[in-house]
């Protein structure tokens, strides 16, 4: 499978995750739009990045500039009472390399949400805030595989709230370019540097402090219920049971004769994932997974073609954390294939998922699934159900 189809799928979700934001967002909300710079240093986790290359020419910096649309909740609304000080929207941006030549010059396109994690003075908050998109436009080397690579970015910025209608945020990120191993090669890129953005906001609605919600407002029955609702509820009604089932493919490689063998062609990954969990509060839960993987990739090499599903094939037990916010959660985990005649599949693996909700309980999801801490495996796209 080609890039291009990436590309279609990557942006398909992105348009069906956008279209379960602005579905389920309240009437009552306030706007925001936001432009923010980006000056970063690129992590040296290849040679490539240090002159190893072609040109022979370093590419220490980078930088990129956002535009972005959120929308965060009255206090009037519904989830608006649960989650007072979040907002969630989608952005574009491009990120230059300053050697467009060489690397390219990437633009993006992201869904993002943030929230408040500490008030810090009278006007002053510290902050937090995910991206996640893909990017398009760079140039293919040695060490990037696909003009279209998927992008993750973290940030934790300090907001001052000038006024009830403007921000300025300033603080430090850390960004991640990779193509999930869609292609080789992946060395992809890291990125480490600030941002420093300012925000329109159509209201001050936002500047709610978690201590000034009227719980009496707050509603029972959604995705994560009132504190108060939660803590008069038995351990087994704060229960609940994801299942998801997803797809991807993946490209190959292997050791023969001591040498590694890189093979370009797209192998088929399927998996089924059960995951319990239960709410300690409104934003977190947890729980144990079970984890049935199929990748047509494994144990493959020049001497092995069409093995069985069953060798490639592995069943794994993890433990899952899950952070919930309006519209999105985020989940993340750990486990071991206890199951599998796998040599690619044994061991520990980690799994990643964004789930965004088109209703109470039907969601979709991206994710990534590395086969230990820092070894890529495969890309998860796939559609789940909340029981």
Known sequence: M?????????????????????AGADNKVSHRVSAEVRPVLNMPTHGFYRGYNDMGKAVPYAASAHLKYSFSLSPD????????????????????????????????????????????????????????????GWKVNEVVGSRWNIYINVGLPLTWHVSPKYDISFGPEYTHFS???????????????????????????????DTDINWEKAPGKLLIQGEPELQKQKPAERMSYDIFIYGAWRADRYIHEGKLQLINEPHAVAGLTFNPLYRLNRYFSVGPGLDI????????????????????????VSAKAELTMPYFSINIGAGYNVLTKA???KGFYT?????????????????????????????????????
């Not at 000080?85 to 633009?107: C, E, K, M, N, R």
């Open 77 to 136: 609304s519904r989830l608006g009472q649960l989650y007072p000080t979040t907002y969630q929207g989608v952005g574009i941006a491009a990120h230059s390399f300053f050697s467009h030549d060489l690397v390219g010059t990437p633009v993006i396109m992201y869904l993002f949400q943030g929230s408040r994690l500490a008030d810090l003075g009278k006007s002053i908050s510290l902050d937090y805030e995910w991206n996640l998109g893909a990017s398009y």
């Open 179 to 209: 193509n999930g191993d869609t292609t080789f090669p992946n060395g992809g890129a890291n990125t480490v540097g600030l941002r420093l953005g300012v925000t329109w906001k159509s209201t001050g609605c936002d500047t709610i402090k």
């Open 293 to 316: 993987m199929m990748d047509r990739s494994a144990d493959m090499n020049r001497e092995t073609s069409n093995l069985p599903l069953i060798k490639q094939t592995a069943c794994g």
């Open 2 to 22: 080609k890039n291009r189809h990436l590309a279609t799928y990557i942006i398909s979700l992105m348009t069906l995750c956008a279209t379960a934001v602005n």
């Open 351 to 387: 799994t990643y998922n964004l789930k965004a909700f088109i209703s109470q309980r039907l969601f979709v999801t991206m994710g990534y699934r590395l086969g230990s801490v820092n070894y890529a495996h495969n890309l998860m796209f796939g559609a789940g159900v909340r029981l």
């Open 343 to 345: 040599n690619d599949l």
